[in-house]
């Protein structure tokens, strides 16, 4: 990842991923194809990755009841990582993410041994504390490694029927950029909107990282549930 996620690469991504020409298919279905799939950079799992969202989800449910969006929002937050599935490599689909186009901060794993191989080290413009951006710019602004946070924000964006609030357009774009919301830093590019959504993807984050048990939810006796709030905020076929 850290040798390859360029500028030009995420770019490039971005305009081949976000021509929605793929497949169309329904959430559920999409959740389903998770079923086949392991996230390599995932130390504390080994189990597909589906389990892994009906465990967030079912998390949130039992601290925020009256939340259903949250609800659905945990179901839904990896579902970017159906990339891998349909043949991008994983390391341009999980793992944590970073602003390309400026210096790499110290809180990203492995900061100072893996991005000696990067071409983006040996551009100048890339490599000040702002790079290509302005002070405060807004992270809407920021161009970020290529994964499936931003791809599934993007099929959302473009789901015609989708309502989900804002919020959860910004935890599922920004969850895996842990260098900001855990390391702390690149607040030098953040907006006013920016600091007022944090805590809301701080709070998702409790539920994310920490449900990954060997407990597997009976999902069979969820869908139902679910299938009720993929109706209501995302309901029919989605491009992808």
């Not at 967030?56 to 945990?74: K, N, Q, V």
């Not at 390391?183 to 006013?192: I, N, P, V």
């Not at 944090?198 to 449900?211: C, G």
Request: net charge negative; aromatic share 14%.
């Amino acid at each position: 990842m850290h040798s390859n996620q360029t500028l030009e690469f995420a770019r490039d991504r971005l305009r081949h991923w976000t021509r929605f020409d793929k497949l169309k298919m329904t959430i559920m279905d999409a959740l389903e194809k998770l079923n086949c799939l392991v996230d390599e950079s995932d130390p504390d799992n080994d189990l597909p990755n589906i389990i892994h969202g009906f465990q967030t989800a079912e998390r949130i449910r039992e601290a925020h009841p009256d939340l259903d969006w949250f609800h659905l929002t945990g179901l839904i937050h990896d579902l970017g990582k159906l990339m891998a599935v349909y043949g991008e490599p994983q390391w341009a689909v999980v793992g944590d993410t970073f602003p390309l186009g400026c210096k790499v901060a110290k809180s990203v794993v492995y900061a100072e041994q893996t991005f000696m191989d990067n071409p983006d080290t040996m551009n100048p413009d890339y490599n000040s504390e702002y790079g290509i951006y302005e002070p405060n710019c807004g992270l809407k602004q920021v161009a970020m490694s290529w994964g499936h946070d931003e791809y599934m924000y993007q099929v959302l964006k473009n789901h015609p029927d989708c309502s989900l609030p804002e919020q959860a357009y910004y935890i599922i774009r920004f969850h895996s950029f842990y260098p900001w919301h855990t390391g702390g830093d690149y607040y030098h590019l953040c907006s006013k909107h920016d600091l007022h959504m944090l805590p809301w993807i701080r709070e998702f984050n409790k539920f994310d990282l920490y449900s990954k048990t060997p407990e597997i939810p009976d999902i069979p006796k969820l869908i139902p549930y679910y299938q009720s709030l993929i109706d209501k905020y995302i309901p029919g076929l989605v491009s992808w």
